[in-house]
């Protein structure tokens, strides 16, 4: 499959021959061959009589050489698949096995990704981004304390750095511009975190996505925002780039040097909002976050922290 699709990759027509040729197989069996693809892929293939074979669209394929080669500073491990359950789920096995970190696990599509509480992560094939790194953690504690927060930050630098200005943080983990969602951050954590352990910091961000039945809340894109459309390996590259100063910073210094840089991105600074808790529902004001990640909010004359997997924060309208 990949073959072909680099083949179509250009935009341009290719008769079923000359993509016969090149695959050595027979014009019936490349046709066949389009046709298994546009079912995996959900990518639309034109065919001309005369011509050949387009792609309806352009598409942005990974480029694992390329990826290699322009790491910058970061220097990791990666591979890439073309289809995977969830590329944090993939992450979490090799981690399991054994494998040499930090790695890069990265996925043209993904069938079951996942969002926070078992939610569904909507992963289209090279539309996207689902970045996941494998990182060892040793110091205990401090070394993953408002890490997910400090991923926010690199994904909103790397976001601006692309003509996304408008990108901001919602805590814990989205990043949105205005009310709707670019891109979210789901760590998942294996071994002692008080000793030594694995974190996989999974990170999707829709990058040339321009529409979807299936996404159930309101979202964008990095296309959508900039009027143009994305190089998917520059956005890794340069994400890749963002995340390692962010991590060694934290490592370093932890995330309360974090922030105030964390409170001025935060769309929601200030804003009457609800907090979900199961069916619990408290009503404040956001005065930013703790030195650790955590929640800050004044409800009535008190100040209160929260933290946790299952809180869900909501914009109060104001009357
Ligand atoms: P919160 O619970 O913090 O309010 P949330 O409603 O965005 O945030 P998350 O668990 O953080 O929930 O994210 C998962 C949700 O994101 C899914 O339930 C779905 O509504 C939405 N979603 C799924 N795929 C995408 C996508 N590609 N782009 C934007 N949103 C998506
Ligand atoms: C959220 O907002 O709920 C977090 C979404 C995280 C999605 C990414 S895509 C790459 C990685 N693999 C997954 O299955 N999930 C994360």
């Excluded at 046709?35 to 694992?64: C, D, F």
């Excluded at 910058?72 to 090799?94: F, H, K, P, Q």
């Excluded at 955590?294 to 104001?318: A, I, K, P």
């Amino acid at each position: 499959m990949q073959t072909l699709l680099r083949l179509l990759g250009d935009g341009a027509f290719h008769s079923g021959e000359d993509l016969g040729q090149v695959l050595g197989v027979s014009r019936s069996a490349v046709w066949k061959k389009l046709q298994q693809l546009q079912v995996e892929t959900g990518i639309e293939i034109h065919k001309v009589r005369g011509r050949g074979y387009r792609l309806a669209k352009p598409i942005s394929l990974l480029n694992m050489k390329w990826l290699n080669d322009n790491q910058g500073v970061a220097g990791w491990d990666i591979r890439v698949y073309e289809t995977i359950d969830s590329t944090n789920a993939e992450a979490m096995r090799l981690v399991a096995q054994g494998v040499s970190l930090p790695l890069l696990v990265l996925a043209e599509q993904q069938t079951a990704g996942r969002g926070r509480r078992g939610r569904k992560w909507v992963s289209p094939f090279a539309q996207n981004l689902y970045y996941s790194l494998a990182l060892r953690v040793e110091g205990g504690m401090r070394q993953l304390e408002g890490l997910s927060l400090l991923v926010g930050l690199a994904v909103v630098k790397m976001l601006r750095e692309m003509g996304v200005e408008d990108a901001g943080l919602k805590w814990p983990n989205d990043i949105l511009v205005g009310r709707q969602k670019l891109a979210g951050v789901l760590l998942e954590l294996t071994g002692d975190p008080a000793d030594v352990c694995h974190v996989v910091v999974g990170i999707g961000i829709n990058v040339n996505m321009q529409s979807s039945d299936q996404v159930d809340q309101s979202w964008t894109s990095m296309a959508l925002e900039a009027g143009v459309g994305m190089d998917r390996n520059q956005v890794v590259a340069r994400l890749s780039v963002a995340l390692a100063e962010y991590l060694e910073a934290h490592s370093e210094k932890g995330f309360g040097a974090f922030r105030d840089e964390w409170e001025r991105n935060h769309l929601w600074q200030n804003k009457p909002v609800t907090l979900l808790s199961g069916p619990n529902a408290i009503e404040g004001t956001v005065l930013g976050v703790d030195a650790v990640g955590g929640l800050r909010l004044r409800v009535g004359e008190d100040v209160r922290v929260f933290s946790g997997g299952e809180l869900s924060l909501r914009l109060r309208e104001q009357s």
